[in-house]
């Protein structure tokens, strides 16, 4: 069964930084492209980032690119989303998604709350 | 970037009865290379992360129920639900993979009339 389960949310103050991580598994994780996808309380679902799945490629949504980086660990079949400088609209619960072309499998996503 | 239009935002209709629910993109989202759109329908239910209904416009996934039907072309998509039931109330979103930013309709609410 696949499984993505995410971890690292919680409340931060604005300007300040936080690692998010998915822990995958049932299934070969180094074969797949991964993405981070957020939800902003009541609103719709935002692209956020992309990672290859032999980490030569990683693609950023304008509104992250610079602040956030992802990244993988195929041994321990984990992706993560280092983000910095976060601002209140970052606020979100954010999602890791396996992908084959489409989004085939979402964790249950991991809330982040940025506030002062 | 391409920019995912949904029509209605919300929609109430029986149950028993049709839904249909639009989606337009800025622009073409079919992959000549292999003459397929890449477009997709998620169903989200509330709490819940999103599920995947239906890829490449119209391909059902696997234990979709079949009252769920993706069609269209180019610019324009629909997703029908033939014969709405009580466990169908959710948004759905369309997105499309032709692209990178990949991107996403705003969302439709379907409920129970």
């Known amino acids: 069964e696949v499984q993505l389960v995410e971890s690292g949310g919680g409340l931060v103050q604005p300007g300040t930084s936080l690692r998010l991580s998915c822990a995958a598994s049932?299934?070969?994780?180094?074969?797949?492209?991964m993405h981070w996808v957020r939800q902003a309380p009541g609103k719709g679902l935002v692209w956020v980032s992309r990672?290859?799945?032999?980490?030569?490629?990683?693609s950023y949504a304008d509104s992250v690119k610079g602040r956030f980086t992802i990244s993988r660990d195929n041994a321990k079949n984990t992706l993560y989303l280092q983000m910095n400088s976060l601002r209140a609209e970052d606020t979100a619960v954010y999602y890791c998604a396996r992908s084959s072309a489409v989004f085939d499998y979402w964790g249950q996503g991991t809330l982040v709350t940025v506030s002062s | 970037d391409i920019v995912m239009t949904q029509s209605p935002d919300s929609l109430a209709v029986s149950l028993g009865e049709r839904a249909t629910i639009n989606c337009k993109s800025s622009?073409?989202?079919?992959?000549?290379?292999?003459?397929?759109?890449?477009l997709a329908w998620y169903q989200q239910k509330p709490g819940q992360p999103p599920k995947l209904l239906i890829s490449w416009a119209s391909t059902r996934e696997s234990g979709v129920p079949d009252r769920f039907s993706g069609s269209g072309s180019g610019t324009d998509f629909t997703l029908t639900i033939s014969s709405l039931q009580a466990e169908d109330v959710a948004v759905y979103y369309c997105q499309q993979y032709y692209g990178t930013p990949l991107t996403f309709g705003g969302g439709a609410k379907v409920e129970i009339k």
């Open positions: 990672i290859s799945s032999d980490v030569s490629i990683t």
């Open positions: 049932g299934f070969t994780f180094s074969s797949h492209w």
């Open positions: 622009q073409s989202v079919l992959d000549s290379s292999n003459n397929k759109n890449c």
